[in-house]
């Protein structure tokens, strides 16, 4: 029911998203049109949201100490935060790279000084 007739799943994550009763249980399905956001309810259907690329403002991964968080902003400036744990953060960046690249939204934004020297040093022979 999540996915319409051929459209192709490129990936998911499971995770935690928040909520007014507290963190709920939720699966983060990426597809090559758009988001789905399966939340678990107890006793009730699970709520699923989709939010076309078109949508997105703005994609990011961040590590935190015990948990990787992924973060979308959508042009209504709505946010959707999704925590996921840290031992999955690499699929968490992974996703995000692949989102962002889906939507159109450019590189992402490194921060800090640059991974390797700029400076050329010559070898004697």
């Known amino acids: 029911k999540q996915l319409e007739p051929g459209e ?3 990936g998911a994550l499971t995770g935690w998203k928040r909520s007014g009763h507290g963190p709920r249980r939720s699966t ?4 090559p ?9 107890r ?6 949201e989709s939010l076309p690329y078109t949508d997105l403002t703005l994609a990011r991964h961040r590590n935190l100490m015990l948990l990787s968080r992924v973060e979308f902003l959508t042009r209504r400036n709505e946010s959707l935060n999704f925590t996921l744990r840290r031992t999955h953060g690499a699929f968490g960046a992974a ?3 692949k989102i ?6 450019g590189e ?4 800090g000084p640059p991974a390797t020297d700029q400076k050329l040093a ?4």
Request: proline share 5%; charged share 35%; no cysteine.
């Open 43 to 48: 006793l009730r259907k699970p709520r699923i």
């Open 33 to 41: 049109r758009r988001l789905v956001l399966v939340e678990r309810r």
């Open 95 to 97: 996703a995000v790279e």
């Open 28 to 31: 983060l399905l990426v597809t």
């Open 122 to 125: 010559s070898v004697p022979r």
């Open 8 to 10: 192709e799943l490129w």
């Open 100 to 105: 962002r690249t889906a939507a159109g939204l």
């Open 108 to 111: 992402a934004v490194v921060k």
